[in-house]
């Protein structure tokens, strides 16, 4: 179904397949390698891509590509491409489309996997990075080279929530003629659109809200259709193809991605007003919450304010490793978008690793506590972070 007329949940439930000769009402699992030829010249046509058909489940999958067009239709793109996992869509995408000698401009709050891209990898091959702080967007075109060729930003990030003005970045790109590509799991295709203010491509960790049950792990990146050929035939010859199956969950669970999105908005807001009350925390950070430094920037460019909540508790690092052995009814985990409300500890744990000056140019300080808020009924986890707090 690609009429844009309808509305965005009308599209998320009712683009999918066309049904097989069984009229099936819900779109069936291709649990399938490859598929079969009606003769040589059938064969023929298929390889050079004179048809446009499925050929081996690595390249593409009937349950792969409803994935796909829906993660499209949502974000206002012209293509895309699925991946096993999130970070397998962040990494084909620099690796089809930078050459050695190439530059990087990034926003430094990035997701950690990432940052170990960009200072650890990438360097085997002269691709180069420079990192800009969220909070002087001012100083952004300092940072770019003459062979600067992507410039690549998360709003928000994660852990720290912060938000960066997309229609800024994306003038910064056209004017020096770079790829802009914007993480944008945090919010999902349902609160903000990154390609309406200037990115190229759009990336998701479908793992997170877009599965949003904690059941499978997937990645997509959609957006221009030149750029993400080039990509789709960088993941085809290296092989980090979704499964059929992650594709099939995955594209039912964008069925109900806005109505448990909006509850997730909701219950999270409910939980980063609490916070604000509570005498034991320095600091909330919420999008949707007027003490947010760019809150303005995140009514502009996003629908609601996600599901994420970030705070600061007095005390440090071990204040902080107090808090989560206090923590009773949610889950520690380092996943986040579940049903399930998830509590975490970066400085402790998935920051564990960088150094004080490391985190804090991150604004990730030693009392700041991450929280994905769940679908619960929210007064039973705000007890919980009450409890623990006091």
């Not at 609601?304 to 889950?331: P, Y």
Request: proline letters at 4%; glycine letters at 6%; charged letters at 20%.
């Amino acid at each position: 179904m690609e009429n844009t007329e309808f509305g965005f949940e009308t599209q998320a439930i009712r683009t999918q397949l066309n049904r097989s000769q069984y009229l099936e009402h819900s779109v069936p699992l291709y649990l399938t390698s490859s598929f079969v030829f009606e003769d040589a010249e059938d064969m023929r046509a298929s390889f050079t891509e004179e048809k446009v058909r499925n050929i081996y489940s690595r390249f593409s999958n009937p349950n792969t590509t409803e994935f796909v067009e829906k993660i499209c239709q949502m974000e206002g793109a012209d293509d895309g491409c699925a991946f096993a996992t999130g970070m397998a869509a962040v990494y084909s995408t620099f690796a089809a489309l930078l050459n050695a000698g190439d530059h990087i401009v990034s926003v430094g709050s990035v997701f950690g996997s990432t940052h170990t891209l960009f200072t650890k990898y990438f360097p085997k091959w002269n691709i180069t990075t420079s990192y800009f702080d969220i909070n002087k967007p001012e100083t952004i075109e300092s940072y770019i080279q003459p062979n600067t060729k992507i410039l690549f930003a998360e709003s928000p990030t994660n852990p720290a929530v912060d938000i960066i003005d997309l229609e800024l970045l994306g003038k910064i790109a056209k004017k020096h003629n770079l790829i802009l590509i914007i993480d944008n799991c945090f919010a999902t295709p349902y609160l903000q659109n990154p390609i309406k203010f200037g990115a190229d491509l759009v990336v998701h960790s479908a793992t997170k809200l877009i599965d949003g049950q904690g059941r499978v792990l997937g990645g997509v990146v959609v957006g221009n259709k030149q750029l993400v050929r080039e990509i789709y035939l960088f993941s085809r010859n290296t092989g980090p193809a979704m499964s059929p199956f992650n594709a099939w969950v995955l594209s039912k669970s964008l069925e109900t991605l806005a109505i448990r999105v909006e509850k997730h908005c909701e219950n999270a807001l409910k939980v980063a007003q609490f916070l604000e009350t509570h005498p034991g925390v320095k600091q909330v950070k919420y999008p949707f919450l007027k003490s947010h430094p760019q809150y303005e920037v995140a009514k502009k460019q996003m629908k609601l304010g996600g599901n994420i909540v970030a705070f600061e508790i007095e005390g440090g690092i071990e204040k902080g490793r107090q808090f989560l052995d206090k923590i009773k009814f949610c889950s520690l985990s380092a996943n986040l978008g579940d049903t399930r409300t998830i509590v975490t500890h970066p400085a402790s744990t998935t920051h564990s690793k960088l150094s004080l000056e490391e985190r804090l140019a991150v604004s990730i300080t030693d009392g700041l506590v991450r929280v994905s808020v769940g679908l619960e009924t929210i007064e039973d986890v705000i007890k919980d972070l009450r409890q623990a707090l006091d």
